[in-house]
């Protein structure tokens, strides 16, 4: 077909592919600070480069991507006291995705994926889509959601990744992994001579608020950006799309 990408085709084109049986992947994603070096646009651009390269492989089209999301909490993303970082109420998001979801259903579409990259969307993306199907007794759809983009990796790849130690994933915000990704994706909006080292002085299990600044790191990255390499980023981005096709694919068959 002449393009995955559902914002650049017709709606003639949109009705061939429902027609085709195809199914719809929704990216959702962010506008959050992602520390000195890495652009606002991170949570929303890797789900949907990832969407765009699974569709061919799981026989889906790829919707725009919802680029706002849940509020930024300051130990997984630093919190609302960056500039730049735009985020929604819980309730409009659930509504907004609950909206998109049942459009989709209205057009014609079975099989929907939700795929999410920013970690406070979780749950309300559930929320979301059982609420869309009925409460989930629409046996019409089938949505696939995953409010979290994996689970982990084998061995070989976490000790090439992380030779020193794993220093857990809620560290990795504006860190090596995501500034691996995006040297991989888009090298050109990483400024990688910025990338510093950094994180909270504080990293309990809970939060306050008011947000304390005991909690939330200076420059906005959570552990060690300076570690990312391109070569690290290309072994993530095919660690990933070897996890997720086959899910995508068996859920759908």
């Known amino acids: 077909m002449r393009t ?3 914002w650049e085709m017709t709606w003639a084109e949109v009705n061939h592919a429902i027609k085709d049986d195809m199914g719809i992947m929704l990216p959702v994603g962010s506008v959050e600070q992602h520390g000195l070096h890495l652009p606002l646009s991170t949570d929303f651009l890797i789900p949907t480069e990832l969407c765009l390269e699974m569709a061919d492989q799981v026989n ?11 509020h930024s909490r300051p130990l997984s993303g630093g919190g609302q006291t960056f500039v730049g970082t735009t985020s929604i109420r819980a309730i409009t998001f659930i509504n907004q995705v609950e909206d998109i979801i049942r459009e989709f259903i209205r057009q014609g579409f079975k099989k929907i994926v939700l795929f999410n990259w920013h970690m406070e969307n979780s749950h309300f993306l559930y929320e979301a889509a059982f609420t869309a199907t009925d409460r989930g007794t629409n046996k019409d759809v089938k949505v696939l959601v995953m409010e979290t983009p994996f689970s982990s990796f084998d061995e070989d790849t976490m000790n090439f990744l992380y030779p020193d130690g794993f220093p857990g994933w809620g560290l990795e915000h504006a860190a090596m992994f995501e500034t691996s990704i995006m040297m991989h994706i888009a090298p050109e909006l990483v400024q990688f001579d910025l990338a510093v080292d950094d994180g909270p002085a504080e990293n309990p299990f809970y939060d306050v ?4 600044e005991r909690f939330v790191a200076k420059s906005g990255s959570l552990w060690k950006a300076s ?3 391109k070569e690290k980023g290309e072994r993530i981005w095919r ?3 070897k996890e997720l096709v ?5 859920e759908f068959r």
């Open 4 to 6: 995955r990408k559902m």
């Open 227 to 229: 570690l990312a390499t």
């Open 209 to 212: 608020i008011p947000i304390d």
């Open 246 to 250: 086959p899910i995508v694919k068996n």
């Open 239 to 241: 660690e990933l799309l």
């Open 60 to 70: 889906m089209i790829v919707a725009p991507p919802i680029t706002y999301g849940t």
